[in-house]
């Protein structure tokens, strides 16, 4: 008797024992999980975030608008470096800033090689992306079979691009750029050649002028879709001149055949505005039923860091930006704006950071304020870049550093040291720098010595290993931002002709040109 009721009571005590602990995990159960690191504001803006995106629905709707802008140039280093920049010109350390594009809520990556090349060029990649087949290096928005300078190829294989397609569908089209309007990532949009450097006449060889190509200029004074381009602001005003023509800033056409593209254009549009300067631009009308021309610089525009300084005056990218779509949308209708930060490309090859970043900052205004004009239920932006550049960003730099200047480490407490960083060669290193470029020291005896020098300075040359003229691209993925209508469509990793198919599509092109 004695063990039966000692097993009963056992019993009876991990019954109890488990009636209380699923009890306790009851009561537990509607307690919330307290994470010590709950009230830190990292911690808290992750939890917003999460929040925002749980709520995020695609937006599958047609879009009556499509505006692409390009950051020529710019890799992921340069946008990472830009939006420091960024924060630090508006007196914070910098690396928490958000571009404008960094806002929205779907992105990919971007592969950029050419049919040809690991590494692309604007003009392939541009024509890319502008028709959704990929092709060579160097040529204008024609396919792979044509070999770059081959004029009779050529003929015959060109692609149609989405500017185009814009056009013949009824829709208002427009372009901008910082460089020449002629120049390759520009011209993708609107011409076909297998060169992108036959931007004048004289440009192209005469044993190549006998089949028939026209050069890039020509070709949008006599672009033949649609009722014409809407809207073009950009530089490139030698192109369209003859050689014996000296423009209002001083300098003298290019062309070889005697004609004036410009007059001709007017004639042409007898109701549409040219403008060459600041105060066209800002007079001009802006509820007029014809094209507008701009054309801002003999050549390429200036970099954002010396616009100021252009004789004749240039708006920024930013208000350019905002008058196209004015212009675009007093037309009625929907519109293709196609949008590029040129300069960026420039600077890199150059190896100046300083313009470089600032012209992406300049970017990134013009971006906020498409932001600001438009509606995301009906207008897909999309940001991006045609290739990247041999641009890195390293050497553990402590917070706030200036993106621009020489690296300051933290000691081993993670406080900022009271002095600059040497190398094993007992020299200070930048922050920011290229691989290939001017930059890179031509003698013996290892790099310059930056001790004395402002290397925030807008015309220094950043130091890079391998000696160029000219600092080249880089070859990795470059990244998409996207938002409003079928912006969901940019996730993963994508070939970089699927951006033209994705604005082809939002769009809803197919069913308009049947």
Known sequence: MGILLRKIFSLWGFAILLLGAVGVFWV????????????NPYFTDAQATLSQKLRQLPNVSPAKNVILFIGDGMGISTVTATRILEGQMQGGPGEENILSWETFPYTALSKTYNTNQQIGDSAGTASTFLSGAKT????????????????????????????????????????????????????????????????????IPSQEQQFGCIDIARQFIDFPVGDGIEVAFGGGRRNFLPSFVTDKEGKK???????????????????????????????????????????????????????????????????????????????????????????????????????????????????????????????????????????????????????????????????????????????PYTTVGYYTGPGAQKTKGGRSDLTEVDTEGKDYVQQALVPLAYEAHGGEDVAIYADGPDAYLFQGVVEQNYIFHVMYHALRLKDKLQ
Request: hydrophobic letters at 35%; a negative charge; proline letters at 3%.
């Open 136 to 203: 060579k290096a160097g040529v204008i928005s024609v396919n792979q079979s044509v070999a770059r300078g081959d004029c009779r190829a050529a003929i015959n294989n060109s692609m149609d691009t989405i500017l185009e397609l814009s056009e013949r569908a009824g829709l208002n089209t427009g372009i901008i750029t910082t460089a020449r309007l002629t120049h390759a990532t520009p011209a993708a949009a609107y011409a076909h050649s297998p060169e992108r450097n036959w931007e004048s006449d004289g440009d």
């Open 253 to 427: 056409g290019r062309r070889k055949d005697g004609r004036n593209l410009i007059s001709e254009w007017k004639n042409i549009h007898k109701d549409g505005q040219y403008i060459w300067n600041q105060e066209g631009f800002d007079h001009l009308n802006m509820d007029g039923d014809g094209p507008v021309l701009g054309l801002f610089n003999a050549s390429h525009m200036q970099y954002e860091s010396e616009r100021a300084g252009d004789a004749g005056g240039e708006p920024s990218l930013a208000d350019m930006t905002g008058k196209a779509i004015q212009l675009l949308n007093n037309k009625g209708g929907g519109y293709f704006l196609y949008i590029e930060g040129a300069r960026i490309d420039h600077a890199h090859h150059q190896g100046n950071a300083y313009k470089a970043l600032h012209d992406g900052v300049a970017l990134a205004e013009a971006v906020q304020r498409a932001k600001e004009m438009t509606n995301a239920e009906d207008t897909l932006i999309i940001v991006t870049a045609d290739h990247s550049h041999g641009f890195v960003m390293t050497g553990y730099t402590t917070r706030g550093n200036p993106i621009l200047g020489k690296v300051v480490l933290n000691d081993k407490r993670g406080q900022p040291q009271d002095h600059e960083a040497f190398g094993t060669d007992y020299l």
């Open 28 to 39: 537990l159960r509607g307690q919330p999980l307290e994470i010590k690191q709950a009230k």
